[in-house]
């Protein structure tokens, strides 16, 4: 519970009260974030296993559903979201070799890299929502051969939805790391947090891998 | 009595903001303590409730619709706001970093976020009572839960915010058991409560996502008729129950490992000899941590599902007991030639044994697929369920409860009025839930407002019984509070236990230890070590 910031060399002002030795913390709190990113593993897992049983079920419809995304906006996507791991991944490395300006920009490039994520994202919402290729009750399209075809836009809104959310989280994160960084809080010695927000922003990448070829590859 | 003004951590930081701004994870376990224990009378009112209207097969207080909502908020307000956080959150946030010598748990602001977590998910989920309160039963099951018209959406929004809290406790001991432990405490000198935490909180972090994404999947089938539990539409209802259990079997190791960590401890200390097959036990927690996620369909054998499967998770059920046998096996072989001494904590420790072995045993009736065609959705699934929840963690909650009070507090309880309330719980306990074995064995279906004229006697006895209960639990909650002010002040040991958190003082200091602590001896050397109860007759 200390909340004084003096800095002395056997007590950093980064660490924490109830840790006796900075690599414990920074250990424990890597540790923490791959234990959470665990659960989120779990959490998308529940829609993936949804995803192949229903796919299991209507393999035509998935085919034939698949037909009304468009490959080139996902695959824009996931170049930008790649791009912006690797820029993720820069912004520690320049912080290893404590540089405070190019850790900002690498952070602003990696926010901007997930804000177009989310622009083309909101385009190909759009285009859906217009040709009625909408989840559940409220899907109208027709000319899609299968039956329930509104069962994979239902899946496709939940499982991209679910992402689009977590990288809105993510991006509320990068922000916070930016202010911290331009406070000067990290350096070479110190840049847990910076760490662990990039394994986040890594598995969340991770996960578009994922959902991409299975929503807009097949067939 | 007073000299001078003790200092301990609830003198050192004092007020309102103190406790809703703490960072101590000994403030953050009572904070717990207050919710858990509200959670717990509101689920007993419902309860009562319940069972009052059951006296008889024609309505009593409430309308059919209305018994429907009751046993929906009972189930879902004690599991969900009582059971799954109690010990975990209350104990263990309080005792888990003085029994390994830590100074707090590895995260105490994810710590505090976690309460903040309960609360916000508890009244959400509350708020769903007082608009149209849920009447699916607890399990949520589809297809009545996508088309009722009760307030589906705000309950299962609050049980999805409640996950949160418990991934978070879960992350939280994880990481305080690998990384905090004091030095010369190896994994197999730690306490065998902290096995058990451990066991739960891997528990936690896999299972809850599961039921977090299971009932994300119902309110878009409530809300956006996805289609993915209405054959209507394209989808599976059973693949509901899939999904639902997937957690909420794995949820009642979350609730019962706890309580049996709990038990390995207050065998040893109120036997005063060391436990027997400590490795044992310790693994067994392990093995009934993972072997828990491989017994989901002992809840779905009628509903459609294959044989096959059916068969294979009959098989896991049963190996799943053994561990659990295991450990009961070990606690006896602990008491066998010590020295016990029958104070309250260890009343319900015993009690714990017999009812928690009627309760596992008959879990293994129902995992038969023959006998569970005619037992399923009987009353006797509610009596074994509540052997193990009640008669197994609840007791051992209490007991925990009660064998931390003097540290957590300084105070020592009424020693006479709290073996009374033992025998009322024990004896109000078995009425009530007994009878409920014979109820199902003699066909009475769970869930029913309405029962033939036959079951009316033992309807009657067993709400008779419950009656005792919810009395017994009045009245400890009158000798608690008069504890609080009344009672003796007690040492740093008053029970003469060897684990770490009995060296510091009651309560506790602020940091709990001024140096990190040295490990000197196991946890339950009591065949090395002298040490002498300091509260005695």
Not at chain 1, 4 to 14: D, I, L, R, S, V
Not at chain 1, 77 to 88: K, R
Not at chain 2, 325 to 347: A, R
Not at chain 2, 514 to 532: A, C
């Amino acid at each position: 519970m200390s909340t004084t910031m003096k800095n002395t060399a056997e007590h950093p002002a980064y660490l924490q009260h109830h840790f006796s030795e900075p690599e414990q913390q920074h250990e424990s709190v890597k540790f923490g974030m791959w234990l959470f990113l665990l659960t989120e593993v779990l959490l998308f897992g529940g829609l993936f296993l949804a995803y192949a049983v229903f796919r299991a079920w209507n393999y035509e419809m998935f085919l034939n559903s698949h037909q009304l995304l468009d490959v080139k906006l996902g695959t824009l996507n996931t170049i930008v979201l790649i791009t912006s791991s690797v820029s993720m991944a820069l912004a520690i490395r320049f912080t290893q070799m404590n540089d405070r300006k190019k850790t900002l920009i690498s952070l602003f490039i990696t926010l901007a890299l997930a804000a177009i994520f989310l622009v083309v994202k909101y385009f190909e919402y759009s285009h859906k929502i217009h040709e009625g290729l909408l989840p559940g009750k409220f899907f109208t399209f027709s000319g899609i051969e299968g039956d329930n075809p509104h069962i994979f836009f239902s899946l496709y809104f939940m499982m991209t939805g679910l992402h689009g959310i977590h990288i809105v989280a993510g991006m509320s994160v990068i922000v916070y790391m930016i202010v911290r960084t331009w406070k000067s809080h990290f350096s070479s010695e110190y840049y847990t947090p910076l760490e662990v927000t990039g394994l986040y922003w890594h598995l969340v990448d991770l996960i578009w891998i994922f959902l991409f070829p299975l929503f807009y590859l097949i067939g | 009595m007073k000299a001078e003004e003790a200092r301990n951590f609830y003198t050192e930081s004092r007020g309102l903001k103190s406790w809703l701004f703490t960072l101590d994870h000994k403030k953050i376990g009572i904070l717990y303590l207050y919710g858990i224990l509200t959670s717990f009378f509101l689920g007993g009112v419902f309860a009562l409730l319940i069972r009052w209207e059951l006296l008889s097969p024609d309505e009593v207080i409430v309308t059919a619709d209305q018994y429907n909502q009751l046993f929906t908020l009972h189930g879902a307000v004690m599991i969900f706001l009582f059971i799954i956080p109690s010990i975990p959150a209350a104990l263990g946030n309080f005792v888990l970093p003085l029994m390994i010598g830590a100074k707090d748990v590895a995260f105490p602001r994810l710590n505090l976020a976690s309460w903040y977590i309960y609360i916000f998910g508890s009244l959400f989920a509350i708020y769903s009572l007082v608009t149209a309160a849920v009447d699916t039963g607890w399990t949520f099951y589809t297809p009545y839960s996508t088309e009722t018209n009760t307030s589906v959406i705000p309950m299962t929004i609050g049980a999805f915010i409640l996950g949160f809290s418990s991934i978070f406790t879960g992350i939280n001991f994880i990481v305080t058991i690998h990384k905090l432990r004091a030095p010369g405490m190896t994994w197999f000198k730690m306490p065998l409560f902290v096995w058990g935490l451990y066991a739960t909180a891997i528990i936690q972090v896999l299972a809850t996502p599961v039921l977090g994404i299971t009932l994300a999947l119902l309110i878009m089938e409530r809300a956006f008729g996805m289609g993915i539990f209405d054959p209507a539409l394209g989808g599976d209802p059973v693949l509901f129950q899939h999904f639902f259990w997937f957690y909420s079997h794995p949820a009642v190791y979350i609730m019962i490992l706890p309580g049996m960590g709990i038990i390995s401890e207050l065998i040893s200390t109120f036997s005063h000899k060391k436990i027997f097959g400590y490795k044992a036990i310790a693994y067994s927690s392990l093995g009934i941590a993972f072997t828990s996620f491989l017994v989901w369909g002992h809840h779905m054998f009628t509903s459609g599902q294959s044989e096959y499967a059916a068969m294979v998770f009959s098989f896991l059920t049963f190996f799943v007991g053994i561990p659990s046998g295991i450990k009961v096996f070990n606690w006896i072989s602990t008491m066998y030639k010590g020295s016990i001494s029958f104070e309250t904590p260890m009343l319900y420790t015993m009690g714990f044994l017999f009812l928690f072995a009627i309760g596992g045993l008959t879990g293994i009736f129902l995992a038969t697929i023959s006998v569970d065609i005619h037992l399923h959705d009987t009353y006797f699934v509610v009596a074994h369920f509540h052997y193990v929840m009640m008669g197994g963690t609840v007791m051992a909650f209490i007991a925990g409860l009660h064998y931390w009070w003097p540290k957590m507090t300084g105070k020592m309880f009424s020693r006479l009025w709290s073996r009374i309330t033992f025998a009322v719980i024990f004896i109000g306990f078995n009425m009530t839930f007994f009878t409920q074995f014979i109820l199902g064995t003699k066909g009475m279906p769970r869930r029913y407002y309405s029962y033939l004229d036959q079951y009316q006697p033992l309807h009657g006895f067993s709400s008779f019984g419950s009656f005792i209960l919810g009395a017994g639990f009045f009245i400890m909650l009158i000798y608690l509070i008069h504890s609080l002010y009344r009672g003796t002040p007690v040492g740093n040991n008053p029970w003469g236990s060897l684990t770490m958190e009995w060296t510091t003082t009651s309560p506790p200091q602020l940091h709990n230890f001024d140096e990190t602590p040295k490990l000197e001896h196991g946890p339950y050397d009591y065949d090395k070590i002298e040490v002498e109860p300091t509260y005695t007759k």
